[in-house]
C-alpha cells in the first residue's frame, strides 16, 4: 500500500541558487513509508503523521534508512503546514520521540537548537590538511565541533577534503564535528564548511547544530555585531550552497537559546 505524492520543496537555498537541500513532504504516514521514500526522488521524505495540540508529529527517511530527525525536513514540513493554514506561527515538532520548539521569523522556520557551549580549543596540526586556521575553539550543543577560522574565502572553497586525515584531527582533539569557516563572505556574517566523518557523513550541505555551534563560536571572538540577534551564514559545500539564519543571546562562556533555521520553497511539478 502507498500513500499519497509528495511536495517537493527546496530548503536552505543560498539566493538566486539551486543549492541547499530537497525534500518531499508527504501530508501522511500510510503504507510502507520506507519504499515510498526510496521512490521520492530527493534525499530528504518526511511524513506528517499526525497533528494535534503537542505540535507535528513528523516521521523522516532518507532512500535507504529511518533517520529519525531532519532540521531540513522539519522545516520542508512547517512551511507547508503553515501555507495551509494548519499551524500558527510559534509551534513544535515531534521527531523521534523528542520534541523541538519552532518559530516563524521574517517568513523563515527557526527551530530551538538550545545553549552552546565554547572553550579553548587544544593544540591540533592541521597539516595534513594543508589548511592554515588563524583561530580555533571548540563549540557543543550536545556534540563537540572543533571550529577552525580561516583568513579568506578562497582558502574555503578551494579546500579538497581528506575524510581520513579529518578523522583523526577528531580523534586528535576528541571532536567528531569539523566547522571551517571565514569572516570574508559577502552579504553574510560567515561563510562555512561542516565535516562529520565520525558523525557517519562527510560533508553535509545545510547543518543546522554545527551553524548554531559556530554562531557560539563567533561571539565568544566577538566577531558578530551587538545589538543584532539575527545571523545569516553561507555554508559552501561544492554544488549546493546554502543559507542559513539563525537568534541567539549572549552568555558567558558561548550562548543561550540558539535558533536556526532557514527558507523553504516549494517547486512545482
Given at each position: 500500500m502507498t500513500g499519497s505524492s509528495p511536495l517537493s520543496y527546496r530548503v536552505y537555498a543560498a539566493p538566486r541558487t539551486e543549492g541547499g537541500k530537497l525534500v518531499s513532504?508527504?501530508?501522511s504516514a500510510e503504507g510502507d513509508l520506507q519504499t515510498q521514500a526510496s521512490t521520492a526522488g530527493t534525499p530528504l521524505?518526511?511524513?506528517?503523521?499526525?497533528?494535534?495540540?503537542?505540535?507535528?508529529?513528523?516521521?523522516i527517511f532518507t532512500p535507504t534508512r529511518d533517520k529519525g530527525d531532519s532540521d531540513s525536513a522539519a522545516v520542508a514540513a512547517l512551511s507547508h503546514l503553515y501555507?495551509?493554514?494548519?499551524?500558527?506561527?510559534?509551534?513544535?515538532?515531534?521527531?523521534n520521540g523528542d520534541e523541538y520548539p519552532a518559530q516563524l521569523c521574517g517568513g523563515e522556520w527557526l527551530l530551538r537548537q538550545g545553549d552552546v557551549r565554547v572553550t579553548d580549543a587544544p593544540e591540533a596540526d592541521f597539516g595534513p590538511l594543508g589548511l592554515h586556521?588563524?583561530?580555533?575553539?571548540?563549540?557543543?550543543?550536545g556534540r563537540p565541533n572543533l571550529v577552525a577560522g580561516l583568513p579568506t574565502l578562497n582558502a574555503l572553497t578551494s579546500f579538497q577534503p581528506n575524510f581520513d586525515h579529518i578523522r583523526q584531527l577528531g580523534h586528535h582533539t576528541n571532536t567528531t564535528g569539523l566547522i571551517l569557516y571565514t569572516l570574508d563572505a559577502e552579504r553574510a556574517d560567515a561563510a562555512f564548511r561542516t565535516f562529520g566523518p565520525l558523525r557517519g557523513f562527510g560533508e553535509d550541505a545545510a547543518s543546522s547544530n554545527m551553524?548554531?555551534?559556530?554562531?557560539g563560536a563567533l561571539s565568544v571572538r566577538g566577531a558578530l555585531p551587538e545589538?543584532?540577534?539575527?545571523?545569516?551564514?553561507l555554508q559552501k559545500m561544492p554544488g549546493a550552497p546554502s543559507q542559513l539564519s539563525?537568534?541567539?543571546?549572549?552568555?558567558?562562556?558561548g550562548v543561550g537559546g540558539v535558533w536556526v533555521?532557514?527558507?523553504?520553497?516549494r517547486l512545482t511539478r
Open positions: 513532504v508527504f501530508v521524505s518526511v511524513f506528517i503523521e499526525k497533528l494535534d495540540d503537542s505540535g507535528a508529529h513528523l516521521r501555507a495551509a493554514n494548519q499551524i500558527a506561527d510559534v509551534a513544535s515538532v515531534w521527531m586556521p588563524e583561530h580555533l575553539q571548540l563549540a557543543s550543543a551553524f548554531a555551534c559556530l554562531v545589538n543584532e540577534p539575527l545571523v545569516r551564514g539563525a537568534q541567539y543571546l549572549p552568555q558567558p562562556g533555521g532557514g527558507a523553504a520553497h
